[in-house]
């Protein structure tokens, strides 16, 4: 197992410092430079020399790259070129933004699958069904940005009742009530096709449940079909869809470029867009970095998991 | 997945159908479900908008690009049922030869992408070397979110529709990749391949008689579920505007418009929009009728 | 880029203003004291480009905070006091002595003197800030500042345009400027002070109980960054905020009509879009196809159907007030398409060959995507195939810079509404010793240094037309038309102002909630 576990953690460093130098190496490569992003188009070449060195630009790539691994080590990710202010406090503002965004999406899809799924199962109508069946597809059919153009234009410019865009002015934590509200619609938008892949997952999660012996004998017993669904199907149905909540997780992250590009959110996903736009190259690649590290993290973890439940594995030391 | 072997019984090879080689078998199964329900539904929306694309040019009413005088912006009327663009531009004639650039990243660039995924994973798979090498550089791109890859691309290529479909080709590698990988780990551990090795067997003739035919399901069934993703990345990088060049239309390109005139010209991303959603909701009906037959 | 141009267009003093849409000051009620602020903005600040008017934020910032010694008013080219009472010009216009007010301090309390000019002047010729008219500051030679309320400055030859610089240049703070440059602390002895910032998301004024004209109404400005113009407008429309300055025309347009919204547009102000040409490219090297262009745009169209009317169609850069401004030579490229046909044929005639011709243009602008595709359809009328190429704003400044466009592009350009020597020396596609055009021309070169090394205020007149003639003569910079910045508020907020820069200007302001 120590074995396995050297092995994997080795290639997990592997691929992160291949990547390092990959992304660093790739965003160069990009058409379009930083010094002439930040001289403007009338600046004279001495401003553009003159920038060129205070980026540290003139130096040779491998010494670039020292350089940044160096930052990296302490921490320190200095300040970026255009985007104003130090990449370590854009990112974590950016971050808080994104989380917050799509933990709350994901609350609400799951309180949202939560009640459609057991909806479906308790009241078993034929109309019902198919309803939900009809506006699960719907769901994930529709675009994301398309949604949420939809919402803005419905419920902040028709009927102007909740805020366009933007995050709340005093923070997430002073006036929760606020905070809620500016949430609501990008929320929204981003956790419809997560509400319906959920339901989706939980309805049939349920329905097998049903068909476990255990119900036969509950229902013979006299139990009411909503009790066994509410009680014992519901707590036996939901550790497999924790595991799914998991990958959904993922996939808000991923969405939320495009919500946050609707709904004005300064998140991770505008961040980015306006990182490359810019070619500020210390934001970029830190972040570009931040999610192959993430990804190679949950790999790791998931290969682990995998690796202590199979003996074989675990035993003989190869996958 | 790998448990299943360890649960195999050792039998010898028996003529007709093996477990966990049942593909012979089911495949009836994966046509039949087009032929009802879900899938039929899935297959008539998809056939619609496809003959829509393919008949674009007789059924427009204008060119793609034709300026009309004095049309600017207009509502929908006898003469332009959709209403026209800002560049006085029939948005009906538009939303019809902008199908056809979304046709060419669906059934261009997704089975570029899967044939390129599929045979990198069956070759790569066989060796473990090779395996662990293509396993990181598919991690390595399925680590950055599909838009990122998106937006990169483009900053390198300019945006455009090879663009659209160099980044669909990107992400669908790994996703085939990945999926032959567990096909074929799956299929080198039954105990009638390892026979079948012993008595003499290249690893080609393996890949060809076992490996291919007992994934072919599940790459059909993603080949549909990656077609669907595919024209929500043609609309979404459209969207920031990293899609097809001007003045070329796509269904992306023209919500993206529609949506920049949501205000003035609300009639404007129906049609586009309408037609996205019918294409979309098409493959994922066709997707999940086909798993659906899979498991059944 | 959406910003640039707006930028460019956001490019202002008080006093004059006019309104295309509704007159500013509203009658509703007088001036009332107290309310912050919300305006939107589509950039943010960049700390190592504060001196640049590259973005709406770094100008609301500049113009709140900062003070200049002259003021130009919006539409005039005549310096007005501000933190320099009065001055004089030598004779031979190489010195120029400024009296300074003796009641001004910064925010930090320390009281303005001569020597904050001379840092001021300084910091501005230095190349690292990238700054405008860089060459004129730095044509800026000695500096007397004997006497802590007046300076004397000397220059190595008459600048034509000392005043343009003095009226852009913000006087600042030496002993701040470490802090300036990170972005943690902003220090001038305008009507705001800065508050705070958070990147990426809002800027906060406060008001500067102090200032030397007098306590500004309002308690403070809170900037929102928000980079998509339609949410700008949605945020108004919820009021949320109370003034957007980047909505597309169209939003502006549609919000002017309205009576819950002020729309303004700045004359005084304005930037230039334009349609340039590579000469060396060989179908273009040849004047009459880049004349052929210049007739086949069809400036009316773009100004009405793109610009939403806050645009001008012109042949020339100068707005009307410019003493170089000529209203014949400004309609010398009337939209005639049989005209611009007929050059084509007697070109092709002549051997030049003119295969398909990319177009390059900012792809996240959809003014420019818009202003292409009439461009190109226009010129197949002509027999001119186009192709059209739109790149990230920063690959477009990388051409436009290295010289690299290989045929047409469409961009925008400032300083036309400055003294025109402004735009001769200081705009790089007009740099007569080396620009995007690669047009090289000793003509051009003479008429362009010409107008800049003379005594301010007294160019001869003749100069300025010796210059329209060699740019239409040379015709490698094709002008389609000036676009005047316009910005939004909601009823509440009375007597925005802007300066010629494009700064927006909140001393004066108010709110009546």
């Not at chain 2, 995924?117 to 473990?128: A, E, I, N, P, Y």
């Not at chain 2, 390892?194 to 069934?221: C, D, F, I, M, Y």
């Not at chain 3, 502006?252 to 334009?274: C, I, M, P, T």
């Not at chain 3, 025109?420 to 003479?446: M, Q, R, W």
């Amino acid at each position: 197992m120590i074995r396995y576990l050297l092995h994997r953690l080795g290639s997990a460093l592997l691929v992160t410092v291949l990547a390092s130098i990959g992304i660093f190496a790739l965003i160069r490569l990009v058409p379009g430079d930083p010094v002439s992003v930040l001289a403007g188009p009338d600046a004279t070449p001495a401003s553009r020399a003159a920038i060129r060195a205070e980026l540290g630009l003139d130096r040779p790539f491998w010494s670039q790259y020292a350089h940044w691994l160096g930052d990296l080590a302490r921490l320190d990710l200095g300040p970026s070129y255009k985007l104003g202010g130090d990449v370590g406090s854009l990112i974590a503002d950016g971050a808080l933004n994104t989380v917050v965004l799509t933990l709350f999406a994901l609350v609400l899809a799951s309180v949202g699958a939560l009640v459609t799924s057991t909806a479906a199962v308790v009241w078993d109508r034929r109309w019902l069904n198919s309803l939900l069946s009809a506006l699960n597809t719907a769901a994930v059919a529709v675009p994301t940005f398309a949604t949420a153009l939809v919402l803005v234009l419905v419920f902040a410019v028709r009927f102007p009742v909740l805020p366009a865009g933007g995050t709340p002015p005093g923070g997430f934590f002073t006036h929760p009530d606020i905070a809620f509200q500016y949430l609501l619609l990008p929320g929204l938008a981003l956790a419809l096709p997560a509400w319906a892949a959920l339901t989706r997952f939980l309805t049939e999660a349920l329905r097998t449940q049903l068909q476990q012996p255990y119900v036969t004998t509950a229902r013979a017993l006299g139990i009411p079909r909503r009790r066994i669904v509410l009680t014992q199907a519901l707590r036996n149905a939901l550790p497999s869809s924790v595991t799914v909540l998991g990958i959904q997780f993922g996939t808000l992250l991923g969405g939320a470029i495009l919500v946050e590009a609707v709904f004005a959110w300064p998140g991770l996903g505008r961040l980015i867009e306006q990182g490359i736009s810019a070619r500020d190259y210390p934001v970029v690649q830190v972040l570009l970095l931040l999610s192959v590290v993430v990804f190679v993290l949950t790999q790791l973890a998931g290969d682990l998991i995998h690796a202590w439940l199979d003996p074989r594995v675990r035993l003989n030391g190869v996958s | 997945m790998t448990d299943i072997a360890v649960a195999e019984p050792l039998v010898p090879v028996p003529v007709g159908p093996v477990p966990g080689d049942p593909a012979p078998t089911r495949r009836p199964g994966l046509l039949h479900a087009l032929r009802h329900g879900r899938g039929l539904a899935g297959l008539v929306l998809v056939g619609a908008v496809v003959l829509l694309g393919v008949l674009g040019p007789l059924l427009a009413p204008y060119g793609a690009t034709e300026q009309v005088t004095g049309a600017n912006l207009v509502g929908p009327s006898t003469g332009h049922w959709l209403g026209t663009d800002e560049l006085n531009r029939d948005i009906l004639s538009r939303t019809l030869y902008g199908i056809r650039a979304d046709l060419v990243v669906v059934f261009a660039a997704v089975p570029v992408g899967a044939a390129l995924g599929v045979l990198l994973g069956l070759v790569t798979s066989w060796w473990s070397v090779t395996d662990v090498v293509a396993q990181r550089a598919f991690d390595l791109l399925l680590a950055f979110p599909a838009l990122i890859l998106g937006i990169l691309l483009t900053a390198f290529f300019g945006p455009g529709l090879l663009t659209v479909g160099i980044v669909i080709v990107a992400l669908e590698i790994p996703v085939f990749g990945r999926l032959v990988r567990t096909a074929v780990r799956t299929v080198r551990e039954m105990p009638f391949v390892e026979a079948s090795q012993v008595v003499g067997a290249g690893p080609l003739w393996v890949l060809r008689k076992h490996v291919l035919p007992n994934s072919l399901e599940p790459l059909t069934v993603q080949l549909a579920v990656s077609m669907s993703v595919a024209v929500f990345i043609e609309g979404a990088m459209s969207f920031l505007g990293l899609g097809v060049r001007p003045p070329n239309p796509s269904l992306g390109s023209l919500i993206k418009d529609g949506v920049r005139l949501l205000h003035d010209a609300p009639f404007f991303a129906v049609g586009p929009l309408a037609v996205v959603v019918a294409l979309v909701l098409g493959l994922l009906l066709i997707s999940q009728s086909l798993s659906e037959a899979r498991r059944a | 880029m959406a910003a640039a141009l707006i930028a460019t267009s956001t490019l202002v003093a008080a006093a004059a203003c006019s309104s295309a849409v509704d007159e500013l000051k509203t009658s509703s009620g007088e001036r009332q004291e107290g309310g912050t602020l919300r305006v939107g903005a589509l950039n943010d600040i960049i700390p190592a480009r504060i001196f640049t008017n590259s973005s709406d934020s770094i100008n609301l910032l500049i113009g709140s905070v900062y003070d200049s010694l002259i003021d130009y008013p919006l539409d005039e080219l005549e310096p007005q006091p501000s933190l320099a009472t009065s001055w004089e010009l030598s004779e031979d216009g190489t010195r120029l002595s400024l009296q300074l007010r003796d009641d001004v301090t910064f925010h930090s309390g320390r009281p303005f003197t001569s020597k904050d000019v001379e840092f001021s002047i300084k910091t501005w010729a230095d190349p690292v800030w990238t700054v405008q008219l860089q060459r004129t500051a730095a044509a800026i030679t000695g500096f007397d500042t004997s006497d802590e309320h007046a300076i004397t400055l000397t220059f190595a030859h008459p600048l034509s345009n000392v005043f343009d610089l003095l009226d852009m240049l913000p006087i600042i703070d030496a002993e701040s400027i470490d802090q300036l440059r990170e972005g943690k602390a902003f220090v001038g002895t305008g009507p705001f002070t800065f508050d705070s910032w958070s990147p990426g998301a809002k800027i906060s004024f406060k008001r500067n109980d102090d200032y030397w004209r007098g306590k500004p109404a309002l308690d403070g400005i809170d900037v929102s960054v928000i980079p998509d113009p339609q949410a700008q407008v949605s945020q108004l429309r919820a009021h949320q905020l109370d003034l957007i300055l980047g909505a597309s025309y169209r939003d502006f347009e549609s919000l002017g009509k309205e009576d819950r919204f002020h729309v303004n547009q700045w004359n005084g102000a304005e930037g230039q879009v334009y349609v340039g040409t590579n000469v060396t490219n060989p179908a273009l090297s040849d004047v009459r196809v880049r004349r052929a262009i210049a007739y086949a745009l069809d400036r009316r169209r773009v100004v009405d159907e793109v610009f939403r009317g806050a645009a001008i169609p012109i042949s020339l850069p100068w707005p009307d007030y410019s003493p170089a401004y000529d209203e014949e030579a400004d309609a010398t490229y009337e939209f005639d398409l049989d005209q611009a046909k007929a050059l084509v044929d007697e070109a092709k005639a002549d051997g030049v060959a003119i295969p398909k011709l990319p177009l390059t243009y900012p792809s996240e602008n959809p003014i420019y995507g818009a202003i292409a595709q009439i461009v190109q359809a226009d010129l197949a009328k002509v027999g001119i195939e186009v192709e059209l190429d739109p790149q990230e704003q920063a690959s477009v400044i990388q051409q436009l810079i290295g010289a690299k466009f290989p045929a047409l592009w469409i961009l925008s350009h400032g300083y036309a509404h400055y003294t025109p020597s402004t735009l001769a020396v200081s705009a790089y596609p007009f740099n007569a010793d080396h620009n995007a055009s690669l047009y090289v021309d000793p003509e051009y070169k003479e008429a362009a240094e010409g107008v800049w090394q003379q005594k301010p205020g007294a160019v001869d007149p003749a100069d300025y037309a010796a210059l329209n003639e060699q740019l239409l003569e040379g015709s490698f910079l094709l002008e389609i038309a000036i676009t005047l910045p316009q910005d939004a508020s909601s009823t509440e907020v009375h007597d925005v102002g802007q300066t010629k820069r494009g700064e927006p200007l909140f001393y004066d302001s108010y709110l009546t909630r």
